[in-house]
């Protein structure tokens, strides 16, 4: 069993980055929602953390923007860094902006200075984390005075909840123990020095073009290799639900979201 991101990624993040290259469209309307809910303007640096392999940075506007990738885990920092490297050769999609890829061991102190990003997002992530109050105080440290913080984590007690932490947890020989967001995590957020703007339990779906496409994409995403695919199509119906059309398999997806700002006391 893995019991922290950087070792759990470590082990299968090069098949979740194989599922994110092979079916780079699935997860777009998650990414469009968490742009939607950072508020960019031109000129404002963001700090993804962690970033998984760079994928929130193709959804981002280019224009003039500072983008930091942030991660514990080497193989999702390995794949973040092809994508800065192509950036800095495409100057076309580039339009200004920049990149930089950090590598940390541990995103409660994150090699950047105080005072120096105006966004700071955390998408899917923190549910690995063992203490993420920890993280929260890194982020107000690193946020400017008219900064923002951006979580978007699964829901306690969702249908993705049990997803994870029961089908999932049962047919990864790796396992899941996500730490969900709930109540408790408005008050350690405020408590590490915010306010709460806005929250939302935001739903959507992940499109493919077939079953097999989207049971594919979920054994690569989340290391499932103990359950067949009639196996996996089933839990995906039970705890998500998904629907078919002529062109199109949606699956259904949703995500606690917080945006919080830093409070006047700690300014």
């Known amino acids: 069993m893995f019991e922290t991101y950087s070792t759990l990624f470590d082990a299968r993040g090069h098949l979740y980055h194989q599922a994110m290259k092979d079916f780079p469209a699935a997860r777009k309307a998650e990414f469009d929602t ?25 959804y981002i506007p280019h224009n003039n923007i500072n983008f930091y990738f942030v991660e514990t ?21 580039v339009r200004g902006a920049s990149y930089k890829n950090i590598v940390c061991d541990s ?21 690995h984390e063992v203490d993420p109050p920890r993280f929260y105080t890194e982020a107000a440290r690193l946020l400017s005075d008219d900064g923002l913080l951006v979580l978007a984590d699964v829901k306690e007690g969702s249908g993705v909840a049990g997803f994870l932490n029961e089908f999932v947890d049962q047919h990864s020989s790796m396992g899941h123990e996500g730490r969900f ?25 992940w499109r493919f073009s077939s079953t097999d496409e989207m049971v594919n994409y979920c054994k690569m995403l989340f290391g499932i290799d103990e359950a ?40």
Request: aromatic share 8%.
């Open 107 to 127: 995103i409660t102190t994150i090699p950047l200075n105080s005072d120096s990003v105006n966004r700071v997002v955390s998408l899917s992530g923190l549910h």
């Open 181 to 205: 967001f709930c109540e408790q995590t408005l008050v350690d957020v405020e408590q590490s020095g915010y306010t709460i703007i806005a929250t939302a339990h935001e739903h959507y779906t």
């Open 228 to 267: 067949d695919n009639a196996t996996i199509l089933k839990a995906i119906n039970d705890y998500l639900g998904y629907t078919e059309t002529e062109k199109n398999c949606l699956m259904n997806w949703d995500l606690m979201f917080i945006k919080a700002a830093k409070s006047k006391s700690i300014l």
């Open 34 to 58: 968490v742009i939607d809910w950072l508020d960019l303007t031109s000129g404002m640096s963001i700090c993804d953390v962690p970033s998984g392999g760079g994928y929130l940075s193709g």
């Open 73 to 93: 885990s080497q193989v999702f920092s390995d794949a973040a860094n092809i994508l800065c490297n192509k950036a800095k050769q495409d100057i076309d999609n």
